[in-house]
């Protein structure tokens, strides 16, 4: 390290630097950024305290000794142990917005934000909309993106089955000062919800097969594997929110559920289910629309109903 501290000099020689021994390194980009420029630029302007926003003047300028050692530091963490940047600066953006992301949850890259920017348009009257349920919330980030920027009329329930994504998903809730719209609970999918009734549920739920969990990137491994694993297709988590999901909806309610790679298997083992398939301007595909009247109609098809379920205890 003190060879190279003694070489590099300002933000953009260590920006250089750091791109240089990422590609050399081959690590994976798709945790915020997509190429090795970026990633570097966030972790040296990050481990230099300074915003991304800083102006181009700043870049020539000479760090301290100190202060090479701290974006060294992070460089290599990201190098030798694969972490993605988001967890290594605590900070991942989603719909524009800010999110405190740790490794107690996965990272926000659902394409879902480009629809929540759009107000979830045709598919809901957000003016209409007076209680949405963000199904495997996580970091929070559907559930808080949505309040603000999508529904504003609505309170929205947070849920998630790990107490610990919960806690960083109040922390996010917190920050913006929602506790009073959205609201974490407890529960196992719909197990905790008995007797409520949702215009809008939007879940991003564990979905990848075994065979996409054996191929992943290192920097995945990361990531909590509770909200990664879905069984051997995938399908674990979705055919049950599927079979469940009309019970808690309203008569005109709307189900939008991404299931990303596992798409494929979902179409072949429902064939005869309209679902409506989005497409999305800045990439991400596998994301689906039943409304509350296709489920009720395809009920049969989308299986019995399941035993009556209630999780024992709370995050308290």
């Given at each position: 390290?003190?060879?190279?501290?003694?070489?590099?000099?300002?933000?953009?020689?260590?920006?250089?630097?750091?791109?240089?021994?990422?590609?050399?390194?081959?690590?994976?980009?798709?945790?915020?950024?997509?190429?090795?420029?970026?990633?570097?630029?966030?972790?040296?302007?990050?481990?230099?305290?300074?915003?991304?926003?800083?102006?181009?003047?700043?870049?020539?300028?000479?760090?301290?000794?100190?202060?090479?050692?701290?974006?060294?530091?992070?460089?290599?963490?990201?190098?030798?142990?694969?972490?993605?940047?988001?967890?290594l600066t605590h900070e991942a953006w989603f719909a524009?917005?800010?999110?405190?992301?740790?490794?107690?949850?996965?990272?926000?890259?659902?394409?879902?934000?480009?629809?929540?920017?759009?107000?979830?348009?045709?598919?809901?009257?957000?003016?209409?909309?007076?209680?949405?349920?963000?199904?495997?919330?996580?970091?929070?980030?559907?559930?808080?993106?949505?309040?603000?920027?999508?529904?504003?009329?609505?309170?929205?329930?947070?849920?998630?089955?790990?107490?610990?994504?919960?806690?960083?998903?109040?922390?996010?809730?917190?920050?913006?000062?929602?506790?009073?719209?959205?609201?974490?609970?407890?529960?196992?999918?719909?197990?905790?919800?008995?007797?409520?009734?949702?215009?809008?549920?939007?879940?991003?739920?564990?979905?990848?097969?075994?065979?996409?969990?054996?191929?992943?990137?290192?920097?995945?491994?990361?990531?909590?594997?509770?909200?990664?694993?879905?069984?051997?297709?995938?399908?674990?988590?979705?055919?049950?929110?599927?079979?469940?999901?009309?019970?808690?909806?309203?008569?005109?309610?709307?189900?939008?559920?991404?299931?990303?790679?596992?798409?494929?298997?979902?179409?072949?083992?429902?064939?005869?289910?309209?679902?409506?398939?989005?497409?999305?301007?800045?990439?991400?595909?596998?994301?689906?629309?039943?409304?509350?009247?296709?489920?009720?109609?395809?009920?049969?098809?989308?299986?019995?109903?399941?035993?009556?379920?209630?999780?024992?205890?709370?995050?308290?």
């Amino acid at each position: 390290m003190d060879h190279t501290i003694d070489e590099l000099h300002t933000i953009t020689d260590f920006v250089r630097w750091g791109a240089s021994q990422f590609s050399r390194a081959q690590l994976f980009f798709g945790h915020g950024t997509d190429n090795a420029v970026d990633e570097a630029i966030t972790l040296v302007l990050h481990a230099l305290h300074l915003p991304r926003t800083t102006p181009e003047i700043l870049w020539q300028s000479r760090l301290t000794y100190v202060e090479k050692r701290q974006v060294l530091e992070v460089l290599n963490q990201r190098i030798e142990l694969r972490i993605p940047a988001p967890y290594l600066t605590h900070e991942a953006w989603f719909a524009n917005l800010r999110f405190y992301v740790d490794q107690r949850v996965l990272i926000p890259r659902s394409p879902l934000a480009e629809l929540i920017e759009q107000q979830y348009q045709p598919w809901v009257d957000v003016e209409k909309v007076t209680r949405v349920l963000d199904l495997c919330t996580g970091s929070g980030c559907i559930a808080i993106a949505s309040a603000m920027l999508a529904v504003p009329n609505a309170e929205v329930d947070a849920v998630d089955v790990s107490c610990q994504a919960l806690e960083v998903a109040q922390q996010n809730i917190d920050s913006y000062g929602l506790e009073h719209r959205v609201y974490t609970v407890y529960s196992d999918l719909f197990a905790n919800l008995k007797g409520l009734e949702y215009d809008l549920i939007v879940s991003n739920p564990p979905y990848a097969d075994a065979n996409e969990m054996g191929e992943m990137p290192d920097e995945y491994h990361h990531e909590p594997a509770v909200g990664l694993e879905a069984g051997a297709d995938g399908l674990f988590y979705v055919k049950q929110i599927l079979r469940d999901a009309v019970d808690y909806l309203s008569p005109d309610g709307v189900l939008i559920v991404e299931v990303g790679l596992s798409q494929a298997a979902l179409v072949e083992q429902y064939p005869t289910v309209p679902f409506t398939w989005l497409e999305f301007s800045r990439g991400g595909t596998g994301v689906f629309v039943l409304t509350a009247e296709q489920l009720r109609e395809y009920a049969g098809v989308l299986g019995s109903k399941g035993e009556e379920r209630t999780l024992d205890g709370s995050c308290n």
